[in-house]
């Protein structure tokens, strides 16, 4: 009897003993936190005391913690991307603005001609074109930094949303003899994509073409077992044009900007074929652009 209560006494100073170093490693780790709270550290936190419980709740703490630095870090990042984009955009919005103001002020003199008023008409219609654009550019790509919704993919017909696209920009070519080669081999090409994805990737990589380029556009599609490769083929007649750097936020081969390119349309492209899980990149071969994008 004796050695059973020596054995139990043993137990409970042991049980003692334990609970109090567990009260005192919580005490430890509480502090920890407290330290990287207040102190906005990045120290991860640590145990003394090789308990299993312990060192899961430890690692898993952690883990939090490397979260939502991360979290800090991204968010930072997407402020000083906005906050950049706003500066360029704003720059930018303000050439055609003043233009278009200064057009309307002249309109007031009742001394123009039926074919004075015209002409700046016109150009006060294409200044506020040029103006949609760019804020439309401003806010489409606000949203792809600021957004963290899942892309819902679904079955598609690339070849019926590539002949859509191409629709939709027949009469700006025209106007100008200028015309969209679309080379395929088959009608039906379906893909697990993004429906609006796509007709944007495809939309700006036209519009690129149609703005710094006087010339046709090809658009050719290859497929081989593992990919479908988009191929964007147009004249380019600037010569500083740099491959590498075309789809940066801002890259414009025109210093200036003058011509109301904020850089931004190659960059959403870029974003958004990167949400489809594709790659997107530039070629240069003499005096041809090609832009692939390889789904």
């Keep these: 009897m004796e050695i059973i209560i020596c054995i139990l006494g043993i137990i409970i100073v042991m049980l003692f003993f334990y609970i109090s170093l567990l009260k005192k490693e919580i005490n430890r780790i509480s502090i920890q936190v407290k330290d990287v709270r207040n102190k906005n550290s990045n120290i991860l936190l640590h145990t003394e005391l090789g308990e299993k419980n312990i060192n899961e709740l430890i690692q898993e703490i952690n883990k939090t913690l490397v979260y939502i630095h991360n979290e800090e870090i991204q968010m930072h990042s997407k402020t000083e991307e906005l906050r950049q984009m706003i500066t360029n955009v704003a720059h930018d919005i303000r050439t055609p603005l003043t233009s278009a103001i200064g057009y309307l002020e002249l ?57 859509t696209c191409i629709a939709g920009f027949y009469e700006d070519f025209s106007k100008e003899n200028r015309q969209i080669d679309f080379i395929h081999d088959t009608n039906r090409l379906e893909i697990n994509t993004s429906k609006t994805l796509m007709i944007r990737i495809i939309d700006n990589l036209i519009i690129n073409a149609y703005k710094h380029s006087k010339s046709n556009l090809e658009i050719a599609i290859f497929q081989d077992e593992n990919n479908i490769k988009l191929q964007f083929t147009n004249k380019v007649e600037n010569n500083n ?11 414009t081969a025109d210093d200036s900007r003058t011509n109301g390119n904020t850089g931004l349309g190659l960059a959403i492209a870029k974003e958004f074929v ?12 003499g005096d041809l652009l090609k832009i692939i994008v390889k789904l």
């Design 107 to 163: 309109l007031q003199n009742s001394s123009l001609d039926n074919k004075q008023k015209g002409k700046y008409f016109s150009i006060i219609t294409e200044r506020l074109n040029k103006l949609s654009y760019l804020i439309t550019n401003f806010f489409e790509f606000s949203k792809i930094i600021s957004s963290s919704n899942e892309i819902e993919f679904k079955k598609e017909n690339l070849i019926e949303i590539l002949e």
């Design 241 to 251: 044009l740099n491959t590498d750097i075309i789809f940066e936020k801002f890259y």
């Design 274 to 285: 990167k949400l489809l899980n594709g790659e997107i990149y530039a070629l240069k071969e």
